[in-house]
């Protein structure tokens, strides 16, 4: 017997699926990411000070962030819609970059991860959007699923 873990969107012939949950049950979940946007002192600066040139960058962000959540089925081919009951995003401004966190809830058949990773992603892409004025060489680094509790294989979160 093969126990080693397996993608379970692949079929064994190598294609694509989407896998079916209607036979799990609905359970409370929850999941967490972060990521980074490392930016110029100029921009750390702007962010700390009188701002960036197209606004609130941080507020932008963290609603395009929110936004992201209820679109990931969308942008995701094989991410299932889920209901989504809770969404959290924040953004720390620190001496070399704007630090995102993200974290979902839902009560459903499958897990919130995805969601979580796309709020990060699109809230990072959005600061990288409203800086460009000042900083045309910011970079997104460390994305990452942080957290998850709920379902079948349980709580996990990162050391």
């Known amino acids: 017997m093969n126990d080693a873990p397996r993608l379970t969107h692949v079929r064994a012939d190598g294609s694509a699926h989407m896998v079916d949950v209607s036979a ?3 359970t409370a979940r929850e999941a967490s990411a972060a990521g980074r946007v490392l930016v110029s002192p100029a921009v750390i600066e ?4 009188d701002g960036v040139p197209k606004g609130d960058a941080l507020g932008v962000a963290r609603v395009a962030g929110i936004q992201a959540v209820k679109k990931t089925p969308d942008l995701i081919p094989l991410a299932h819609p889920i209901a989504v009951h809770g969404v959290t995003v924040d953004l720390v401004v620190t001496d070399e970059a704007v630090e995102i966190t993200a974290t979902v809830r839902t009560a459903d058949r499958t897990g919130i991860e995805m969601e979580a990773l796309t709020a990060v992603a699109v809230a990072a892409l959005t600061v990288v959007d409203m800086v460009k004025a000042v900083d045309k060489h910011s970079r997104i680094t460390d994305i990452r699923v942080t957290a998850k509790s709920g379902g ?8």
């Open 24 to 26: 799990k049950a609905v």
């Open 46 to 49: 702007a962010l700390r000070g």
């Open 152 to 159: 079948r294989s349980g709580d996990w979160r990162e050391p």
